[in-house]
């Protein structure tokens, strides 16, 4: 950069020249900080021996399926990550860390991030589409599946077991980064919690004892089929009372458990608490959530997809369960094509390629930003109908822009802060991280004892939510938004 | 109609955008020698710690100034010739107006030493210093910081961060002990200590001293101690930016003299923000505040009084609010005055990372101090104007946290204290 000749400010630094747009910002010259703890090197080495194990299984396939191989490769890599990040963090005074993150090529839209986006994309589409190449990787995890299900690895369980390592060590992560808030240590325990509960430990189980594999934290429309016909009567036609149940709890959760928890405490209670994806998001995609576009033209792309989304699944829903009452010729044509279009381009290609493979490019939450269905009744919801906001701490706010900057579902929040207005976004996940960066205790995440209080209109959630259908909200900017 | 805006930081953007809402017609010109947009001040350390881009500290999207259709100009004006309504610009000609806000802001304050332009000696206060700390930090392994105010522990952080040993000298005892009651100011002291920053108190820069090549080599302390360094961050305050206003008619004293609808003594001149002085009538001293949120506010009623409404400034009840490392600091109403009666309830959490202060005299609360803990404005706002007595505000004291939740809580800790020192 260029050096002016004096280094204070006043009328007689003309001759200032400095382009700011347009300067980079980069890691500033000289000393480059804090030294990484040696204990944390040696976890990283710990965890490189773990990829070494793996790698050995996969280039001579004899040797994989052992559990010796399993714990060498996985618990290496588990616990080498997990001391890495508990060492990186231990000696720092507890508050925000995010010293450099704009420097970082891995968190910065940098060699290694674009690498980790590609990997990540390339990842998904094995996954979905060419699992056959997987084949020898899956049988690394043979001897867990064969202990929790009864039967050998295939392709979901191999992913299911990869997500829960991400969860579980990224949550490490979280606890050690985060650990002067209560609020992200809980909330990291729920969601570690129900992704090795209920979408890992005991969907296998019921496997295992001969039971439908069932999700009891997914929901339709996230989980579309659980409301489709064909997985009502399979679960239905199962032998005992379970397969009943199973349809109940989906048909309550999605009915009558959301609108009422939405109501009391906002989107959160399942966006950064329960669900496996916000699980994913806020602990793996957790040093990419700056990345996420704050524009208004990025909202409006928002909303308009993830209400499309919505539209779509909703549709086919109800046209797959007209199809099984009406028999015409009409609708025999449309439903299955429909479920598969679904399937392929919303299930596999929007939800795991794009959703999660672009984060460390698009930031964190890709699908939960723009596709998730359940994310747009949810935040309907919370919108129109819940007590939950964003507090706004009178006029405290210095429009530093750390809130903005550091939410991953690209809300200006700080466009409502220094207004001093609260914050009610339908697409407010409620992690709670622009209250934590906040250097001025602005914000606070709540419900009132009422919803009438939010906003002003708030009181007639219904008038409110007319305004907004008619056009200004859905389209419209930032005073008559959704 | 044009207005003018000499500086676009947020009392000018503020008095520009609420001219905007009263007079939709008027042409309204933003100029500014610093920066072509208006950003947060307040953010300049996180760009340099890379918490932040530059363009992530810009409250608004590029797009607004057009559809304000608020003009930007890129300039740095360098007189005004206020019987002919025309600023004097660097670049350009010259600029008409028929209504003009000085909203110049501060200028970092001079330590007066002849050392001061040494190579490695600066201020953080704009852009500028941003640019020359980028360059200063390549030649340093150890920095002195002169002035224990909340840029000298900014600067004081963000070399930190980088590795670099820190020495900060305060003429004080210990940091900050004008405006933080001493316990409030000895748990600062320690926060800084505790990151292994060396906080000298009692102490002033007497010399600066070149290395032989014009580089800072070290400086000399008042206790003649002699620190060896390669960079000293200058930060002793700042006072209001009014050398535009020299040879002007505009009546000046520390700033721009102006009544309290913010109307200097030339007319459809204004001034407003840091570089202001209010004149008060009755007697008391002039008020030159310089804070963020006053720079805010007195842009707004500026902005208002220039479009035409009649409004008159009233900053009400005093906040404030800051961030030392991880310690936040909030403030509401008189705290540390020394006022007479005044009384002071103080609970401190035993780790020595939170406390909460609340003054009060016979006639009712005046105050609310919090470390380490968050209060909610509004509450703590109206109890001060409602005059609510002790007894009252201990009772109640849980709706004036604002901490996260699950977050340990201090109002039940604050009554339990006040009970056990009542009996």
């Known amino acids: 950069m260029n050096v002016p000749s004096s280094p204070l400010i006043d009328p007689q630094t003309i001759g200032y020249v400095f382009d700011e747009e347009h300067t980079n910002y980069e890691e500033p010259p000289g000393p480059s900080g804090h030294p990484t703890h040696p204990v944390a090197k040696i976890c990283a080495a710990f965890a490189a021996v773990g990829a070494l194990v793996l790698t050995v299984q996969l280039a001579a396939p004899d040797l994989a399926g052992s559990w010796v191989g399993f714990l060498a490769g996985f618990g290496l890599i588990v616990a080498g990550t997990s001391g890495y990040f508990w060492f990186c963090y231990k000696d720092t005074v507890p508050g925000i860390k995010h010293d450099r993150i704009m420097f970082s090529s891995t968190m910065h839209q940098g060699i290694i991030g674009w690498a980790l986006g590609l990997f990540l994309t390339g990842f998904y589409m094995l996954l979905y589409w060419y699992p056959e190449y997987l084949e020898r990787a899956i049988r690394l995890v043979d001897p867990l599946a064969l202990a929790l299900a009864g039967q050998p690895a295939d392709q979901w369980f191999f992913y299911g077991f990869l997500y829960t390592l991400a969860i579980v060590t990224f949550g490490v992560r979280m606890f050690m980064k985060y650990r002067h808030s209560r609020y992200h240590t809980i909330r990291t325990s729920s969601v570690m919690f129900f992704q090795l509960g209920l979408a890992f430990l005991l969907p296998q189980f019921l496997r295992k004892i001969g039971e439908p594999e069932f999700y009891f934290s997914y929901f339709w429309p996230l989980k579309y089929d659980y409301l489709f016909p064909g997985t009502v009567s399979y679960l239905l036609d199962t032998p005992g009372t379970l397969g009943s149940f199973m349809v109940g709890w989906g048909a309550a959760a999605t009915f009558v458990i959301t609108p009422v928890l939405t109501y009391f405490f906002g989107k959160r209670w399942y966006c950064s608490w329960v669900c496996g994806c916000g699980g994913l998001a806020e602990t793996l995609g957790d040093p990419w959530r700056h990345l996420t576009p704050k524009s208004t033209a990025s909202w409006r792309i928002e909303r308009a997809i993830i209400y499309t989304v919505l539209v779509v699944i909703t549709a086919t829903t109800v046209v797959l369960w007209l199809n099984t009452y009406e028999t015409s010729a009409w609708l025999d044509k449309i439903a299955e094509p429909m479920r598969e279009w679904y399937g392929f381009y919303i299930g596999a290609l929007f939800s795991g390629v794009i959703g999660v493979g672009f984060y460390p490019v698009l930031g964190t939450r890709v699908w939960c930003r723009l596709g998730c269905p359940m994310a747009a009744i949810l935040g309907i919801l919370q919108r129109f109908f819940s007590r939950f906001r964003i507090t706004t701490n009178g006029g405290q706010c210095m429009s530093c822009g750390n809130c903005t900057t550091y939410c991953e579902m690209g809300i200006d929040v700080r466009a409502y802060a220094e207004r001093g207005e609260n914050i009610v976004r339908a697409s407010c996940v409620g992690c709670g991280v622009c209250a934590a960066v906040c250097p001025r205790g602005v914000l606070k995440l709540e419900s009132g004892k009422t919803h009438k209080d939010r906003y002003p209109g708030s009181d007639r959630p219904l008038g409110a939510l007319r305004t907004a259908l008619k056009g200004v909200g859905i389209c419209g900017d930032k005073d008559g938004y959704v | ?423």
Request: charged share 25%.
């Open chain 2, 1 to 423: 109609m044009h207005v003018a805006i000499v500086g676009n930081g947020v009392t000018g953007v503020t008095a520009a955008t609420r001219i905007r809402q009263k007079q939709p017609t008027w042409k309204i010109s933003l100029i500014s020698g610093e920066s072509t947009h208006h950003y947060s001040r307040p953010a300049l350390m996180y760009i340099f710690m890379g918490h932040m881009m530059y363009r992530h500290t810009k409250p608004f999207e590029d797009a607004f100034w057009e559809e304000q259709r608020l003009e930007l100009i890129r300039d740095w004006v360098t007189g005004i010739d206020t019987p002919g309504k025309r600023l004097m610009l660097y670049k350009r000609q010259s600029l008409a107006y028929d209504r003009l806000l000085i909203a110049t802001g501060s200028k970092p304050n001079r330590i007066g030493c002849v050392a001061e332009h040494l190579a490695g000696v600066q201020g953080l206060y704009g852009l500028p210093d941003l640019q020359t700390l980028y360059e200063n930090v390549k030649h340093t392994r150890r920095a002195v910081i002169t002035g224990g105010g909340l840029i000298g522990i900014e600067l004081a952080e963000m070399l930190h961060g980088r590795g670099i040993e820190v020495t900060l000298l305060i003429k004080e005892s210990s940091y900050w002990n004008r405006i933080l009651p001493p316990e409030e100011s000895a748990m600062v002291s320690r926060i800084i200590e505790e990151q292994g920053i060396r906080l000298i108190g009692n102490t002033r820069l007497r010399e600066i001293l070149d290395n032989g090549s014009g580089r800072v080599g070290g400086v000399l302390t008042d206790a003649g101690e002699r620190i060896d360094c390669d960079f000293v961050g200058t930060t002793i305050g700042v006072s209001p930016n009014i050398d535009l206003l020299r040879n002007t008619s505009i009546e000046t004293g520390r700033g721009v003299l102006v009544d309290d609808s913010f109307r200097t003594s030339v007319t459809d001149v204004f001034a407003a923000g840091d570089c202001a002085e209010i004149v008060n009538r009755n007697g008391r001293p002039n008020l030159i505040q310089q804070v963020w949120y006053t720079g805010k506010l007195q842009g707004e009623v500026a902005g208002s009084v220039i479009a035409g409404e009649e409004r008159t400034y009233a900053p009400g009840i005093w906040y404030n609010s800051a961030k030392f490392f991880d310690l936040e600091y909030q403030v509401y109403g008189q705290v540390n005055l020394g006022l007479p009666g005044e009384k002071n309830l103080y609970w401190e959490h035993p780790g020595g990372r939170a406390s909460v202060r609340i003054v009060y005299t016979d006639e009712g609360v005046i105050g609310f101090n919090f470390m380490g803990a968050r209060g909610r404005h509004r509450i703590c706002e109206r109890w001060i104007v409602e005059q609510r007595p002790l007894s009252y505000v201990l009772e109640h004291l849980d709706q004036a946290e604002f901490d996260p939740e699950f977050a340990q809580r201090v109002a039940p800790a604050v009554r339990r204290m006040a009970k056990e020192q009542a009996a």
